[in-house]
């Protein structure tokens, strides 16, 4: 199993739309989960952290399942600027160590 | 200014050349990172340094070696590139600490990219 595994895109939804993407990862000693947005060549942002307890920004929802070891994200009322490239990261398995990338899943928002 | 800074931002060179990416930041963080991006492959870690006296592998080193100058420089070296190695480079900085939830130490910084070009 990889270390971190996303849904394959790409996602085509139209403005308005809601959408969820799902994430799960292989270290189950993991602390630190995040989503990362990319644009198309530029370096990626942090979009927001995943804590247990869930957490919400605006139109956008993380949720963490450690029995399971799934993250998801949810964006509700799509714009054309949620169109990107969405990466899961997590703590990886080695002992202090960096984070782990997903290959990230692409959304496309149309008008 | 950038708070990460990469150079050059954009190099092509010739397989068997040595090439040199550099990175520096403003941000006071103790840890700093190397990833290149590949379509389809996503970012992947090449080397990390948690401190100026500490450097460690990533899960694709071979072919690479990095330099800690500076708590705020890290650069990445190819002493030999080969066409396999042209990618998206990024470097990232994060804070030091627990890697709790609550704490900012995972939280990445990253430089604009060097895309690097291997003919």
């Known amino acids: 199993r990889k270390e971190v595994e996303q849904d394959p895109g790409p996602f085509n939804v139209p403005e308005g739309a809601t959408v969820a993407f799902n994430c799960t990862y292989s270290?189950?000693?993991?602390?630190?989960f995040f989503w990362y947005r990319q644009d198309c060549r530029k370096e990626p942002k942090l979009l927001m952290s995943?804590?247990?307890s869930g957490n919400e920004d605006g139109r956008f929802t993380a949720q963490l399942n450690r029995a399971s070891q799934y993250i998801s994200l949810l964006i509700r009322d799509s714009k054309l600027s949620d169109s990107a490239t969405y990466l899961c990261?997590?703590?990886?398995?080695?002992?202090?160590?960096?984070?782990?990338f997903g290959k990230g899943t692409t959304l496309s928002v149309s008008s | 200014d950038a708070d990460v800074t990469q150079t050059p931002r954009n190099r092509i060179t010739k397989t068997g050349k040595r090439i040199m990416l550099e990175c520096s930041q403003t941000?006071?963080?103790?840890?700093m990172y190397w990833y290149r991006q590949d379509p389809g492959l996503g970012l992947r870690l090449i080397y990390y340094?948690?401190?100026?006296?500490?450097?460690n592998k990533g899960e694709i080193s071979d072919g690479y070696s990095v330099s800690r100058q500076a708590q705020a420089k890290f650069s990445l070296s190819l002493e030999s590139a080969i066409p396999n190695q042209t990618a998206l480079y990024f470097c990232?900085?994060?804070?030091?600490?627990?890697?709790?939830?609550?704490?900012?130490?995972?939280?990445?910084?990253f430089g604009a990219g060097s895309r690097l070009t291997v003919l």
């Open positions: 270290n189950s000693a993991s602390q630190s």
């Open positions: 990232a900085t994060s804070e030091t600490g627990l890697g709790t939830e609550s704490s900012g130490a995972n939280v990445l910084t």
């Open positions: 941000k006071g963080h103790d840890r």
């Open positions: 995943v804590y247990s």
């Open positions: 990261v997590v703590q990886g398995s080695q002992a202090g160590t960096a984070l782990i």
């Open positions: 340094s948690f401190d100026v006296k500490d450097i």
